[in-house]
């Protein structure tokens, strides 16, 4: 089975910019969930979609934005690029069948570089 | 307040030894996961053993375990054998269940670096 893949892996940007970031889960599974890593600020959660719903925020600004597919592929979208928006995005997906026990999959991340 | 605390910045070991991760937490939910995560230098996060509130045993998966001691609220990874393939960093999550959906809480990591 294909595990979460993400696309671009690597994306350079200026500030002002806007980029959308996109993220396939594992077949099957239904929750993804998008987190922002810096060496400074570490694994940050910025949101978890669910059947298409935004069910969980972080405590991110309005410039984060996100959205799910009915084929459970999501993507996140940064309007107005800042220099500390560089980072690497991760995308993890998990399948909710038992949420208590539920694990979550990561994909391999985009790093984004703010200019 | 933290919800995961990692003490260790940076830890080293022998090739072929164990070495133990240190992770606390803090929750007052009853029913909660816990998880730890291998991240080589590539990036991608590797899951490597879950533990749930309510599990006895301590979990084993492979050179991996949890040494799980709920009163004290800790989790430590455990690696036996060391190789020089586990050198990475290493994070403890939580989960909690929120009405609302599926949050994951991590620590700040721990470089372990395998020492031939």
């Known amino acids: 089975k294909a595990g979460v893949t993400q696309t671009p892996r690597y994306l350079i940007k200026t500030r002002g910019q806007q980029v959308t970031l996109s993220c396939s889960p594992i077949s099957g599974h239904r929750s993804v969930s998008w987190y922002q890593q810096t060496p400074g600020q570490g694994l940050q959660f910025l949101f978890e979609?669910?059947?298409?719903?935004?069910?969980n925020k972080g405590n991110f600004p309005g410039r984060f934005s996100g959205r799910q597919f009915s084929n459970s592929r999501s993507e996140m979208n940064v309007s107005t690029l800042e220099l500390g928006d560089s980072a690497l995005y991760l995308c993890?997906?998990?399948?909710?069948?038992?949420?208590?026990?539920?694990?979550?999959?990561f994909g391999p991340g985009t790093r984004l570089t703010v200019l | 307040a933290q919800k995961i605390t990692q003490t260790q910045p940076g830890m080293f070991v022998q090739e072929k030894e164990a070495v133990t991760l240190d992770c606390t937490y803090d929750?007052?939910?009853?029913?909660?996961?816990l998880f730890w995560y291998k991240q080589p230098s590539s990036g991608e996060m590797i899951f490597l053993i879950y533990q749930g509130s309510y599990d006895e045993q301590n979990a084993t998966e492979g050179r991996y375990s949890l040494n799980f001691q709920k009163a004290r609220k800790s989790a430590n990874l455990v690696i036996s054998a060391s190789q020089l393939g586990d050198s990475a960093m290493y994070f403890c999550a939580m989960r909690e269940l929120p009405n609302t959906g599926n949050q994951f809480y991590f620590g700040t990591g721990t470089s372990l670096t395998v020492i031939p």
């Open positions: 993890a997906s998990s399948l909710l069948r038992t949420p208590s026990t539920d694990t979550q999959y």
């Open positions: 929750t007052s939910d009853q029913s909660y996961g």
């Open positions: 979609y669910f059947s298409e719903t935004q069910r």
